[in-house]
Structure formats: C-alpha cells, structure tokens
C-alpha cells in the first residue's frame, strides 16, 4: 500500500528576476517590477509530499522528524532570510524563479532521500501564485 506523507516548512527571501544579458529596459518588459535591481522579497510556503510503501517494521512511509530535520538543514538554513541572487551558489548563473527555486529544492531533498520514495514539492511564493515540481 502506497500512501503519501506531507510536512510543511517557510522562509523568507529576497530575489530578483532578471537575465545579466538583457537590458534593464527588457528585463522590466519580460519580469515586470519583480525586476526591481535592489530585489524584492517573498514569504515563501513550501510543502513536501514524500510517497513509498509503509514499512511493515515502523509503520512509517519516512520518519516525519528525520523529514523535518531534512527540510530544516537542505532548504530553511541555506534560504531563509537570504538574497537567492547573491547569497546561494545555485543561483550564481540561474534566475531564481518559482519554478527553478522549487527544481533546486527538490535536487536537494531527492539526494537524501531512499530511491523508493517518490518525492513531490509545491513552492508558494504568495498565497495565489504557486508551483509544483516532481521530477522529470
């Protein structure tokens, strides 16, 4: 029996959508104020859905705590109250949109996690605008 398993996480961050290529003038046409140069900032949701069989000897899918903890040190220490742009290596040559901030969080949740548990993470980056990523 495959159930699914879900914990909740937030942090804060500051980025700014825009292509070092591009004219000012065209980053404001394609990303808008979210092109701002001295960056904006988001109280970002996240959700994480780990889905596997339950394990007959714990009756767990995954550890809630030991998903918590992971959640903890891969995403809310290295993002939370960050500038994505300057601060995380990952965006150095990525522009930290939704989609890719969610992309990046599920590489690095996925590198921890047994290879049969099906892994899902839906980012907020406001209460109406919101992204979902599982893989390829």
């Known amino acids: ?30 990303f808008g104020k979210c ?37 903890y040190e891969e995403v809310e220490v290295p993002f939370d109250h960050k500038n994505l742009n300057e601060e995380l290596p990952e965006f150095k040559d990525l522009n930290p949109t939704a989609e890719n901030i969610a992309v990046v969080i599920w590489n690095k949740i996925r590198k921890k996690l047994r290879k049969n548990l099906a892994l899902k993470v839906k980012l907020y980056e406001t209460p109406r605008n919101f992204v979902t990523y599982k893989g390829n």
């Open 35 to 71: 092109s701002n140069p001295h960056y904006h900032g988001h109280n970002y949701e996240l959700e994480v859905a780990v889905t596997g069989e339950i394990d007959p000897e714990t009756g767990f899918v995954m550890d809630l705590k030991r998903l918590k903890t992971l959640i």
């Open 1 to 30: 029996m495959r159930l699914t398993v879900h914990r909740k996480a937030h942090f804060n961050a500051a980025h700014r959508l825009y292509r070092k290529d591009w004219s000012d003038e065209k980053n404001f046409e394609v």
